[in-house]
C-alpha cells in the first residue's frame, strides 16, 4: 500500500542531500499527503472500495435483483432491487463518512505547524511559544537544531546521502567545513517541542514519511472484526445452506408434480393450463422445468436472508461508539481528553474480553517524574513516601521511614541520557557543602489503577504486564497495583544462570544461545510442575519473565509449554520486553487460546502489541501530550483512545457488558423475525404445490425488513439496558456472560431459529386452518388469496413486535414509538396502498377496508395467534426466571425487590463467579482473612 505512493515521492522533496537550502513554502501543500503523514493509510477515501459487496449476502442480493428482471423472478423487478440500492447505499455512505473523517483529523494533525520558514530556511516563531511539528521521534523524523551562534547555515549540510534503512542502532550526523559533528539531545527538537523566547532557528527537517523508521518497522494493520460478526457470516452461510436446501426439496416435488400433469389426457393442476404451457410447467420437459423452479425459489426464499442485517448492524455500531463518545464519567477533565472510539466494527467485543495485555510506563503509571525523596549516603532525604515503598513495606512488614525536609540550592543539571541512563544534580546545602545526588525519583501510578485492575480481575479478566523496565522495579509495580500479594508464589524466569559469565566472556554465541534456552526450558519445566502441585491446593501463582528468556520462550518448540504456564498463573509480568516481543506475546495469547485480547498503551513501542490484540486501546492522557508525538503513536494505531487506565474499567464493565448483550440479542432476533417470515412462504409453497406462486404481496414482501421491523431491533441494539450502570460496576460477575458468550453461543442461536420456526407454523397453520373453508364475507364468500396472505402478513407483523416487547429489558420511549409505531404503520400501509389504483397496488386493493376490517374473523383470528403464538415463549421465560436465573437476572430480581443493599444478597450473586479472586485488594484481604482464621486452628 506505501509502495505505490512511495514512487511518487521524490528524494529532494524530503531530504536536503545539495548545498542549497530549499524553500519550505513550495513544500508546505505536501505536508498532510502520504510521504509526510505518521499514519498509515489504511483507510484512504481516495481508493475506497465496495466493501458492501464483499459480504456473500449482498452478492447474493445482488444476484436475485439482476434475475429480477427475467421471468424467473417470482415478484417484479423494482420492489427487488429498491431494498437492495437503499442497503448498499447507506452501507457505502457511511463507510465514506467514516473515511474522510479519519483522513480530515490526519490532515489536522498534520499541517498544524504554528511556525513560517523562509528561503534561507529559518523558522521565524509566529507567537511566543511555538511547537515543532516535523518529526516522530529521536529514532526516525527529526527537526535538527543546528546551533546559529557558531554555525552558518548557508555553509553546514547533512551529509545523510545513504537511504534510511530499518536498523535503529543506524544514525548519521552533520557536517561543517569538512568535519563530521554528532547529532546530540542538544541539536535535536523533538515533535511537539516547545520554542519559547527565541527569535528564530535554523534547521533542516530529515527522514519523514514511509523513510522513517518506525514506518520502516511497522506493518500494515490487520483488519479487525469482532467474533461476534464472523459468526453472523456463518449464520448467514446456514441459513443460505437452509434456502438451497428447501429449493432443491420444492424443485424435486415440482418436477414430479409436473411430470405427472398430463395422464391419459387429464390435466391434474388444470389451472397451469399445462396443455398450452411454456416451457415453465411443460410436463413434457419436467426436468428443465424443475431446474427453472429452482431458480425461482432461490429468489422466493431470499426473505430467509436479512437484507437490512449488516446495515443495521453498522448504524447501531455507530451509536453505540457515539455514546462511548459522550461519556462524561469517561472525560479526562485535567487534559480535556474524552474517550473516542475510533472505529465502531469492536464495540460488542470490548464485552467478551478474556486477557489484557498492558504497558506500564505512561499506561499504569504517569509518565512524569515527580521528586518524592532522595538517598544521600544512606540517609534519605525528601517529603513523602512512594508507593512502591508502601508496598514494599507492607510485603515485609516494616514501619514507614519518617519524612525529613531539608533545602538545598541547585547549581546544575546533568540530563538524562540513554548511556548514562540516570539523570544528576549538583547541589550546595546549608553548611556550603558540594553534593552530587543522581536519580531518586519514581513513575508514579495513575489515580484509580489499583482499584480499575481489582474489579476487572473480579469480571474474570485476566492481567498481564509487558514493560520493558527491569525486573526489580516491574515487581515493585506489581505489588503496588496489586497484581501481586503476600502469599502468591512466584515464578521467575530470568537469564542469570551460573556459567552464562564465563561463556559470554569467552565470546562463544552458539554456546550462550544454547545453555540459556536449556535454562529457560528447564525454568519452565518447574513452572509447569509447580501449577499442577498449586491447583489441588487451589494457590495464586505469578509468573515473572525477563525479555531474554522470553526469547527462548516464544520459539516454536517452547512456546506451547511457555503459555500452558502463563495461562495457569493468576499474574504475568513480562519484563525488559522489546517491542516486537510484546506483539508475539499478544499474538500466542490471541491464536493459541482462541479469547479475546485487548492491549493498551500510550507510545510508538506497544505499536505492534495494539495492532496484534483483538481489541487495542490508545492512553492519550494529559501527562503523554506533554512530551511528544511517539507518545500519540499508539493513540493514532488504537482503536479506542482513553486518557487514563482507570477509565477501562467502565469502558468494558459498562459499555462493553451493554454491547455485548444488544449486539447478541439484536443478532438473534434478526434471524428469528427473518426465519418466522421465510417459513411461511415455504409452507405456502409447499401448500400451493410447490407452483411458485408468492404468498404475500410484493411490496410487503420488500417492505418487511426495511419497513415494519426494523427500527424496533435498531432501538433494541442502541437502547437496551439488563442492568443500570452502578449495577454494572457493582457487580463485576456480570461480565463474564460475555466472556463464556452464553448470549450468542450457537445454543441460544439454534433457539431462537427454533422459535422462529415454531412461530411461523403457528402463524400458517392457523389462519389456514381457521379460514380456509369458511365463510369471510356476509355474502358467505370464502377468503381468497388476497385475504390470506394480508391476515397472515398481519400476523407475522404482530407475533415479530410482540417478540420484540417481550424480550426488551429497558423501555424508553424510543422503544414504544418504534415498536407500536411499526405495528400502526402496517395498517396506515395497507389503507394507503391498499387505496391506490389496481395496477399499483394489485392484491392489496381495497383489501383491509372491503374485506378485512369488517370482518370479525380477521381480527379474532390475528389475535388468537398472537397470543397462542407467543405463550410457549412466555412460559419458558418464567420458568428460567425462577427456577434457573442468569447473572443479570438476579441482579434485576434484587433491584425489583429493593434488596440491592443487602450484604446476604450481594455476596451471594457475587459467590457465583465461575473464577476465583486471586488479583487485586479484595482477593489480598480475603487472602488475609483467611491466613487470620488459619492462625488459631494451627495454634489449637
Not at 557558531?150 to 569538512?178: K, L, P, Y
Not at 473516542?340 to 470490548?350: H, I, V
Not at 412462504?681 to 414482501?701: H, I, K, R, V
Not at 417478540?803 to 404503520?825: D, E, K, P, R
Request: proline fraction near 3%; glycine fraction near 6%.
Amino acid at each position: 500500500m506505501g509502495g505505490g505512493r512511495k514512487k511518487k515521492q521524490h528524494l529532494s522533496k524530503i531530504h536536503t542531500h545539495s548545498f542549497r537550502i530549499p524553500s519550505f513554502n513550495g513544500e508546505h501543500s505536501q505536508i498532510g499527503g502520504p510521504g509526510f503523514s505518521r499514519v498509515v493509510f489504511c483507510n484512504d477515501s481516495q481508493c475506497l472500495e465496495a466493501t458492501s459487496l464483499k459480504r456473500v449476502a449482498n452478492v447474493y442480493f445482488l444476484i436475485c435483483a439482476i434475475l429480477s428482471f427475467t421471468s424467473l423472478s417470482p415478484y417484479s423487478a423494482v420492489s427487488t432491487v429498491l431494498p437492495f440500492v437503499v442497503v448498499v447505499g447507506v452501507t457505502m455512505g457511511k463507510e465514506l463518512l467514516e473515511d474522510l473523517r479519519r483522513k480530515r483529523q490526519n490532515l489536522i494533525e498534520d499541517t498544524a505547524f504554528s511556525g513560517a520558514a523562509d528561503k534561507n530556511g529559518r523558522l521565524t516563531c509566529q507567537s511566543q511559544v511555538t511547537v515543532i511539528r516535523a518529526c516522530l521521534d529521536e529514532l526516525s523524523t527529526r527537526w535538527i537544531y543546528l546551533d546559529c551562534r557558531t554555525v552558518s547555515t548557508h555553509e553546514a549540510r547533512v551529509q545523510d546521502i545513504e537511504m534510511n534503512n530499518r536498523n535503529v542502532e543506524v544514525h548519521h550526523g552533520d557536517e561543517f567545513e569538512e568535519q563530521q559533528y554528532p547529532l546530540t539531545p542538544q541539536q535535536l527538537l523533538l515533535r511537539d517541542s516547545k520554542l519559547k523566547n527565541t527569535d528564530h532557528i535554523y534547521g533542516v527537517v530529515i527522514f519523514t514519511g514511509h523513510d522513517t523508521k518506525v514506518i520502516q518497522n511497522s506493518t500494515a494493520p490487520p483488519s479487525k472484526r469482532s467474533k461476534i460478526e464472523k459468526r453472523t457470516d456463518k449464520l448467514v452461510y446456514l441459513l443460505f445452506l437452509v434456502l438451497v436446501l428447501m429449493s432443491f426439496v420444492g424443485s424435486i416435488f415440482f418436477g414430479i408434480a409436473t411430470r405427472e400433469d398430463l395422464e391419459d389426457g387429464l390435466m391434474t393442476r388444470w389451472y397451469l393450463r399445462p396443455d398450452e404451457t411454456t416451457i415453465y410447467y411443460n410436463p413434457k420437459r419436467a426436468p428443465i422445468a424443475a431446474v427453472l423452479h429452482f431458480l425461482t425459489a432461490l429468489m422466493l426464499y431470499s426473505y430467509l436472508i436479512p437484507i437490512s442485517l449488516y446495515v443495521s448492524i453498522e448504524i447501531v455500531k455507530f451509536l453505540q461508539s457515539v455514546f462511548i463518545n459522550h461519556d462524561l464519567h469517561m472525560y479526562y477533565e485535567e487534559g480535556n481528553k474524552p474517550a473516542r472510539a475510533r472505529t465502531s466494527n469492536l464495540n460488542e467485543e470490548l464485552g467478551q474480553v478474556d486477557t489484557i495485555l498492558s504497558d506500564k510506563t505512561g499506561t499504569l503509571t504517569c509518565n512524569s517524574m515527580e521528586f518524592i525523596k532522595c538517598s544521600v549516603a544512606g540517609t534519605p532525604y525528601g517529603r513523602g513516601v512512594t508507593k512502591v515503598e508502601r508496598a514494599l513495606a507492607r510485603r515485609k512488614g516494616s514501619p514507614l521511614a519518617q519524612d525529613v525536609e531539608r533545602v538545598y540550592k541547585l547549581l546544575n543539571i546533568l540530563e538524562f541520557s540513554s548511556s548514562r541512563k540516570r539523570m544528576s544534580v549538583i547541589i550546595r546545602d546549608d553548611e556550603g557543602k558540594l553534593l552530587l545526588l543522581c536519580k531518586a525519583v519514581e513513575d508514579k501510578l495513575q489515580h484509580g489503577v489499583p482499584e480499575c485492575i481489582d474489579k476487572l480481575a473480579q469480571a474474570g479478566i485476566k492481567i498481564w504486564v509487558l514493560t520493558g523496565d527491569k525486573l526489580e522495579t516491574a515487581i515493585n509495580i506489581g505489588f503496588s497495583c496489586s497484581l501481586l500479594r503476600e502469599g502468591m508464589q512466584q515464578i521467575i524466569i530470568n537469564s542469570e544462570a551460573p556459567g552464562f559469565k564465563a561463556l559470554e566472556k569467552a565470546g562463544n554465541e552458539s554456546a550462550i544461545s544454547e545453555a540459556s534456552k536449556a535454562s529457560v526450558l528447564y525454568q519452565i519445566t518447574e513452572g509447569v510442575e509447580m501449577l499442577s502441585a498449586s491447583s489441588e491446593s487451589s494457590e495464586a501463582l505469578a509468573l515473572i519473565i525477563d525479555g531474554k528468556s522470553l526469547t527462548y520462550a516464544l520459539e516454536d518448540d517452547v512456546k506451547e509449554m511457555f503459555l500452558e504456564l502463563a495461562i495457569g498463573c493468576s499474574s504475568v509480568i513480562c519484563c525488559r520486553s522489546s517491542p516486537k516481543q510484546k506483539a508475539l506475546v499478544t499474538r500466542l495469547v490471541k491464536v493459541r487460546t482462541g479469547k479475546t485480547t485487548l492491549a493498551i498503551g500510550d507510545g510508538a513501542n506497544d505499536v505492534g502489541m495494539l495492532q496484534e490484540a483483538d481489541i487495542g486501546v490508545g492512553i492519550s492522557g494529559f501527562e503523554g501530550m506533554q512530551v511528544h508525538m511517539p507518545i500519540m503513536a499508539g493513540v493514532m494505531s488504537s482503536d479506542i483512545a482513553i486518557a487514563q487506565f482507570r477509565f477501562l474499567e467502565r469502558l468494558l464493565l459498562v459499555h462493553g457488558h451493554w454491547c455485548y448483550r444488544r449486539m447478541s440479542s439484536m443478532i438473534c432476533y434478526f434471524f428469528y423475525k427473518n426465519i418466522a417470515f421465510g417459513f411461511t412462504l415455504f409452507f405456502y409453497e409447499a401448500y400451493a404445490s410447490f407452483s411458485g406462486q408468492t404468498a404475500y404481496n410484493d411490496w410487503y414482501l420488500s417492505f418487511y425488513n426495511v419497513l415494519f421491523t426494523s427500527l424496533p431491533v435498531i432501538a433494541l441494539g442502541v437502547f437496551d439496558q439488563d442492568v443500570s450502570a452502578n449495577f454494572c460496576l457493582k457487580f463485576p460477575v456480570l461480565y463474564q456472560e460475555g466472556i463464556q458468550n452464553v448470549l450468542f453461543s450457537w445454543l441460544r442461536i439454534l433457539s431462537w431459529a427454533f422459535n422462529g420456526a415454531f412461530s411461523a407454523t403457528c402463524i400458517f397453520f392457523f389462519c389456514i386452518y381457521s379460514m380456509e373453508h369458511q365463510a369471510f364475507r356476509k355474502g358467505g364468500e370464502i377468503v381468497g388469496l388476497e385475504i390470506l396472505s394480508t391476515t397472515m402478513y398481519t400476523c407475522v407483523v404482530l407475533v415479530v413486535n410482540f417478540q420484540m416487547a417481550l424480550s426488551i429489558n429497558y423501555f424508553t420511549y424510543v422503544q414504544h414509538i418504534f415498536i407500536w409505531g411499526s405495528i400502526a404503520c402496517w395498517y396506515l400501509f395497507l389503507l394507503g396502498y391498499g387505496a391506490m389504483d389496481p395496477d399499483l397496488s394489485t392484491t392489496a386493493f381495497m383489501v383491509f377496508i372491503e374485506a378485512c376490517a369488517p370482518s370479525p374473523s380477521f381480527w379474532l383470528v390475528t389475535i388468537f395467534v398472537l397470543f397462542s403464538t407467543l405463550l410457549p415463549y412466555f412460559t419458558y421465560s418464567a420458568i428460567q426466571l425462577r427456577f434457573f436465573p442468569m447473572y443479570h437476572q438476579m441482579v434485576q430480581w434484587m433491584s425489583f425487590n429493593g434488596q440491592s443493599e443487602d450484604p446476604e444478597y450481594c455476596h451471594m450473586v457475587l459467590q457465583r463467579s465461575l473464577t476465583p479472586k486471586t488479583v487485586g485488594y479484595t482477593a489480598r484481604f480475603e487472602a488475609q482473612s483467611s491466613s487470620f482464621g488459619r492462625e488459631p486452628e494451627e495454634s489449637s
